[in-house]
């Protein structure tokens, strides 16, 4: 079993949707947990981070962390064809990041 | 300028020859990491150093070895390239657990 994992998609909305991107981890001693946004060729950026159970939002982007269940989701509301990206689960258990596969999303116009 | 740079940019190699890549930092800090990525699995953690006396294998860290020159350069070495070490990497850097790794703009490597 991968330490992280997510649906590798792809996952396609449409625009002005909400995209629901899902995340589990293996290693419960984890404590930091992030999700980054990567457009095709380019290097992974910091969309959301997340440290305690409970929702977190920034703007359109909600992220929910569910130790108990060693969940995480991100949520995308009003999806714009400009979030079309993958989106890459990260999680810390000391020291180190590690990624799930990502989910591949694209908003259609 | 970039926070993080890395060079070089895009390298086409043959099978059998050392390469290394290379990446620096202006952000200050102290960890240093080194990633690849092939198509449908993510980024995998090659090495990764807290600060330049410490060096850590990682995931997948054969065939490969590592130098922290400095607290800002940290360079990652292929000592005999092979063709299933194509892939697109990243260096990244951050200032602790808790805190957003930032990512150079990777080095597309291709080995024939």
């Known amino acids: 079993q991968k330490e992280v994992e997510q649906n590798s998609g792809p996952l396609s909305v449409p625009e002005g949707a909400i995209a629901s991107l899902n995340c589990t981890y293996s290693d419960r001693v984890s404590q930091s947990f992030f999700w980054y946004r990567q457009y095709s060729g380019k290097s992974p950026e910091l969309i959301m981070s997340i440290y305690s159970n409970g929702d977190k939002e920034d703007g359109r982007f909600t992220a929910q962390l569910n130790k108990a269940s060693q969940y995480v989701s991100l949520l995308i509301r009003d999806s714009q064809p400009s979030d079309s990206a993958t989106y890459l689960c990260?999680?810390?258990?000391?020291?180190?990041?590690?990624f799930g596969q990502g989910t591949e999303l694209s908003v259609k116009p | 300028d970039a926070d993080v740079t890395q060079t070089p940019r895009n390298r086409i190699t043959k099978t059998g020859k050392r390469i290394m890549l290379e990446c620096s930092q202006t952000?200050?800090?102290?960890?240093m990491y080194w990633y690849r990525q092939d198509p449908g699995l993510g980024l995998r953690l090659i090495y990764y150093s807290f600060d330049v006396k410490d060096i850590n294998k990682g995931e997948i860290s054969d065939g490969y070895s590592v130098s922290r020159q400095a607290q800002a350069k940290f360079s990652l070495s292929l000592e005999s390239a092979i063709p299933n070490q194509t892939a697109l990497y990243f260096c990244a850097t951050t200032a602790g657990d808790a805190d957003t790794q930032y990512f150079g703009p990777g080095t597309r490597l291709t080995v024939l």
């Open positions: 990260a999680v810390n258990p000391g020291g180190k990041l590690i």
């Open positions: 952000k200050g800090h102290d960890r």
